[in-house]
């Protein structure tokens, strides 16, 4: 079993940055993928970043030249870094590792929430 805790959420004005960190139990974080995720008030949770565990990594269209998504193996840490934030970031960022070992896994954080204030 993985456990992720999540930490960096908070509030910021627009314009402004955060950095997300997910933590990860166990040892098999080098081979997974990393994705974060968001989830705003009456809207449905959307992928904002992923990372392979060969490093590649994916954006969404409206964070890209924004976020940057990277992970740190030695530390079982996947990062989200957030500048220009804008109101419509708002969420709560939740961190998800997925693997495939003869059948898919996944394990989900609890969620952090990012407030960008205009």
């Known amino acids: 079993q993985v456990q992720l805790v999540e930490s960096g959420g908070g509030l910021v004005q627009a314009g402004g940055s955060l ?25 449905q949770r959307e992928l904002v970043a992923a990372i392979t565990s060969g490093g590649s990594t994916s954006y969404a269209d409206s964070v890209k030249g924004r976020f940057t998504i990277s992970r740190d193996n030695a530390k079982n840490t996947v990062y989200l870094q957030m500048n220009i934030l804008k109101p419509e970031d708002t969420a709560v960022y939740y961190c998800k590792l997925d693997y495939t070992w003869g059948k898919s896994y996944e394990f989900w954080g609890q969620g952090t929430q990012v407030t960008v204030s205009s």
């Not at 997300?20 to 990393?34: D, K, Q």
């Open 19 to 43: 950095r997300l960190s997910c933590a990860a139990s166990g040892t098999i974080f080098s081979i997974t993928r990393a994705g974060w995720y968001r989830q705003a008030p009456g809207k």
